[in-house]
């Protein structure tokens, strides 16, 4: 799989960009195990010749699409933060209302949040059961994560905020929290802004004026 900092032609990158793009439609219909690597190449109108070009197994097209997915809400992230203004945290703007204009401008659409929270739990499991997926994708999720704190620590220093305790505890909490409400709405059909919900009460404990 290539990495962020391997330079690859814009052909490439086109055909790279269709397979992703197919296999996010192809595994939110069928299922990340289920899917064939044959209903991904007809849904991107390639062969398999062109798939095995780009990604060595459906394993490796999935964790390509976790990292496309992760690096447009990163930039997503950082374009909510500039968006907020010189002075996003005054008194007239509390921490949570900052917190909510970025979640929104973070979250995908309703279904898309919910393929990608069902797909994530298969993947999952899927690692579970295999310690080589395991292996892999639990470090590319170290790594993703990593790069979520940096960003996160760097644009809370800008609107002039700071982490009441260490950043990756508080990022593993909020993201344990925001999940753990994702699958309860997905479970229960409850309200959709119950994961928003708690990462606000979240932010009131975990996140403080510098």
Same mark, same amino acid.
């Not at 490439?12 to 055909?15: A, G, H, I, L, W």
């Not at 996140?207 to 510098?210: G, M």
């Given at each position: ?10 052909r490439?990158?086109?055909?790279r960009?269709?397979?992703?793009d197919?296999?996010f ?7 990340v195990?289920a899917?064939?690597?044959e209903?991904?190449?007809?849904a ?5 010749g062109?798939?095995?070009s ?6 490796e097209? +999935?964790?390509?699409l ?5 690096r447009?809400? !990163?930039? &997503?992230? %950082? *374009?909510?933060?500039v ?6 945290v ?7 209302d900052?917190v909510?204009?970025v979640?929104?401008?973070?979250m995908?659409d ?10 994530a739990?298969e ?8 310690p080589?997926?395991?292996t892999?994708?639990?470090a590319?999720?170290r790594r ?9 620590d760097?644009?809370?220093k800008?609107?002039?905020?700071? +982490? ?8 593993d909490l909020? !993201?344990? &929290?925001f %999940? *753990? ?6 479970l229960t059909?409850?309200d959709?802004?119950?994961?928003s919900?708690?990462?606000?009460t979240?932010?009131?404990?975990l996140?403080?004026?510098?």
């Open positions: 799989m290539a990495t962020p900092s391997e330079t690859i032609s814009p490439r990158e086109r055909t960009g269709r397979l992703l197919a296999a439609d192809v595994f939110a219909r069928h299922g195990q899917a064939s690597i209903a991904v190449c007809e991107a109108g390639f062969t398999r062109a798939f095995y780009n990604f060595a197994s459906k394993e097209l +999935f964790l390509a976790t990292e496309r997915e992760t447009a809400q !990163l930039t &997503a992230l %950082e *374009a909510a933060a968006n907020l203004g010189p002075d996003p005054g008194a007239d703007a509390p921490i949570r900052a909510r204009c979640l929104a401008a973070v995908p309703p279904a898309a949040k919910q393929s990608w929270s069902v797909m739990l993947f999952e499991l899927m690692a579970l059961r295999d080589q997926v395991a892999r994708y639990s590319q999720q993703l994560r990593n790069e979520l704190v940096d960003t996160l760097r644009l809370m800008d609107l002039g905020l700071r +982490f009441a305790v260490g950043s990756h505890d508080a990022v909020l !993201l344990g &929290a %999940e *753990a409400g994702q699958r309860t709405a997905l059909g409850s959709d802004a119950r994961p919900t708690l990462i606000e979240l932010v009131d404990l996140v403080t004026p510098a």
